[in-house]
């Protein structure tokens, strides 16, 4: 919650710009649970496209619980 905290107070266009490449390179080498603590950054800073492109990636992962995941995050 804090980290969260921390990165919501930067500016949106800052984050909106940067966040989303940091978030693609590691969810190449994410887990299940890496992948449900990127989405709900996503979720709870309100980059409602980054986390749609973070779900679409993820629905193609071959990791069942990766996909599972994605689905709790589909609009």
Request: hydrophobic share 45%; charged share 35%.
């Amino acid at each position: 919650m804090l980290v969260k905290g921390i990165i919501g107070r930067l500016q949106r266009r800052v984050l909106a710009h940067d966040l989303p490449p940091l978030i693609d390179d590691q969810m190449s080498r994410a887990d299940e649970d890496e992948f449900r603590r990127m989405a709900e950054l996503l979720d709870h800073l309100g980059l409602v496209e980054a986390l749609n492109a973070l779900v679409e990636r993820a629905m193609e992962n071959e990791d069942p619980g990766i996909r599972e995941a994605a689905e709790d995050f589909s609009q």
